[in-house]
Each structure stands twice: as structure tokens, then as C-alpha cells.
């Protein structure tokens, strides 16, 4: 009798151990749960994100048909829109990679030394998106900072574009003084 008192003892004070070490799992699970959720991008929060866009004017569009990394980099821009950060998480080598065959693909035609300051930007910001998107402790203002910066600096690209065709189509020769 004294043998299985001992044995009902034990196996009552395990079961209590037990069940409160599943609490705490389940507790530390949630929390973990809130807090990815709470570094979690949604689309509606880039939505919220406040900036003028521009689009490219034909002779921009024509200009840049060819030009392949370009025309992906904006459809990556509007995966990112939509909250699909899967490119600008990528390993940071091949960011790097992507925005030197960015520029080396760049056509002739717009290599001007205003639009090459905007690629030059441009790079950075993908590349501080790419840190912050796989930095672990970076808060989720932060990355919509980074994004916000982004899609600016891809607008003003876009802005400089169409301004060196805007200003070729208006660069009327004038006479030569004479004097």
C-alpha cells in the first residue's frame, strides 16, 4: 500500500509539471506569434505610405523597353506594393549583382550624369531595404521607412528620365548672335 501511495504521489507531481510546462510553451508561442505579426508588412501599410508617382512619358517608355533590368526592377517595385518583399529579402550579394547589371545594362542614351546620380541612389536605398528587410531587430517603421525611401528614389529615376526627353524635345536651336 505504502509502495503505491508513493507511486500515485509521483505520478500526480509529474502530471502537474507537465501541465505547467505546457503553458509556458504555449505562452512564449504566442507572444513570438504577436511580435511577427506586429514586424509584418501588409500591403494596406505600404498603401499608407505618402509619395507623389510618376510614370514614364513614351519617349521614356521607348527608351527603356530594352533595358530588361530596369523593366524588372519594376515589377519587383510593384511586388512590393502588394507586401511581396521576397526580391529585396534575398541574399545581399545578389542585390548587389542585380544593381550592377543595372547599370551596365543601362542604354546609351540615358547615361547622363543626372540620371546616373538618381541610379546611384537608387542602389542605396535597395540595398538599405535589403539590411533592414533581414535585419531581425529592425521595427516594422523602419522597414516601411526604408521602403517609403525606395519608392521615392525609383520616382525620381523615372522623373529624371523623363525630363532629359522633355528637354531634348524642346531644345530648339537658336540663331548665333550677330554682332
Known sequence: MILGAKNILCLFILMIVMGCEDDKSSAVKQETQE???????????????E????????????????????????????????????????E???????????????PKELKTK?????????????????SQLRLSTSS???KLKCIEELLIAFRNLKLQIN????????????PANTV
Open 35 to 49: 511580435q511577427i505579426e506586429a514586424r509584418t508588412i501588409s500591403e494596406e501599410d505600404i498603401e499608407q505610405i
Open 51 to 90: 509619395y507623389l508617382e510618376f510614370g514614364l512619358s513614351q519617349d521614356s517608355k521607348v527608351a527603356v523597353e530594352d533595358w530588361q533590368k530596369y523593366n524588372e526592377l519594376s515589377k519587383q517595385i510593384t511586388f512590393l506594393k502588394n507586401a511581396d518583399l521576397s526580391f529585396f529579402t534575398s
Open 92 to 106: 545581399s550579394e545578389l542585390i548587389r549583382t542585380f544593381t550592377r547589371e543595372f547599370r551596365a545594362e543601362m
Open 114 to 130: 543626372e540620371i546616373l546620380a538618381r541610379i546611384t541612389a537608387l542602389d542605396t536605398k535597395i540595398q538599405k531595404l535589403n
Open 140 to 142: 516594422k517603421q523602419e
Open 163 to 174: 525630363k532629359k526627353f522633355e528637354f531634348e524635345k524642346n531644345n530648339i536651336l537658336r
